[in-house]
């Protein structure tokens, strides 16, 4: 069993940004690698979920690993994305990144790893009192309160959260966790 595997996720189907977000560039690269390289930074175990007509047209990443979410939760946000790589790839500790967040940078993940400890479920991020619970770090244990609330179509991370042991960490700065879900977005922040 490894110690960290990060999760890039990127099987959304950006309906209000029009095409794929994880293929949106900024300074010429696309989003996508801003996750996966900032994630390079404290694992070299990456996973990315991707939607499968996204995989084609996505950057090469050689030191990834690509999967799309198992069946029968395919399609259902976030928890099969992270429940996909629980069920494939063994490690105590998982590091999730959306493939939209083209600010993030590697101090940020390196203060979550700071407050690893055994009586943590998970480890996220609370900016400016918003809870970001797709750049944060799960522990194993959740594997099995994730699949059941797959089974039951209970998808929201905040519903989750709510049911395990979290440490919020909290941080002012929100430029690292700006994720962009529309074009307005994207013109307004990032060209």
């Known amino acids: 069993m490894k110690d960290l595997i990060?999760?890039?996720l990127a099987g959304g189907q950006s309906k209000r940004f029009g095409k794929p977000k994880a293929l949106a560039k900024r300074n010429g690269k696309e989003f996508i690698l801003y996750?996966?390289?900032?994630?390079?930074?404290?694992?070299?175990n990456i996973i990315i979920v991707v939607h499968p007509e996204?995989?084609?047209?996505?950057?090469?990443?050689?030191?990834?690993?690509?999967?799309?979410?198992i069946e029968p939760y395919k399609?259902?946000?976030?928890?099969a994305g992270l429940f996909s790589v629980m069920s494939q790839y063994e490690a105590k500790w998982y590091m999730v990144l959306p493939c939209d967040v083209p600010f993030i940078n590697d101090h940020i993940l390196k203060i979550l790893?700071?407050?690893?400890?055994e009586k943590w479920d998970a480890i996220l991020p609370r900016v400016n009192k918003r809870?970001?619970?797709?750049?944060?770090?799960?522990?194993?244990?959740?594997?099995?309160?994730?699949?059941?609330?797959?089974?039951?179509?209970?998808?929201?991370?905040?519903?989750?959260?709510?049911?395990?042991?979290?440490?919020?960490i909290d941080l002012i700065d929100e430029q690292p966790?700006?994720?962009?879900?529309?074009k307005e977005e994207y013109e307004k922040f990032v060209r």
Do not use: W
């Open 131 to 168: 809870i970001q619970p797709l750049v944060a770090l799960y522990h194993c244990r959740v594997k099995e309160e994730i699949k059941s609330r797959l089974e039951r179509n209970e998808l929201s991370m905040k519903h989750l959260l709510d049911n395990i042991q979290v440490k919020y």
């Open 6 to 8: 990060g999760i890039v």
């Open 54 to 69: 996204l995989k084609k047209d996505l950057p090469v990443i050689d030191q990834a690993i690509f999967i799309t979410d």
């Open 75 to 79: 399609g259902k946000g976030p928890l």
């Open 177 to 182: 966790f700006m994720n962009i879900n529309t």
């Open 113 to 117: 790893q700071l407050y690893q400890d």
């Open 35 to 44: 996750s996966f390289e900032t994630l390079r930074s404290i694992t070299k």
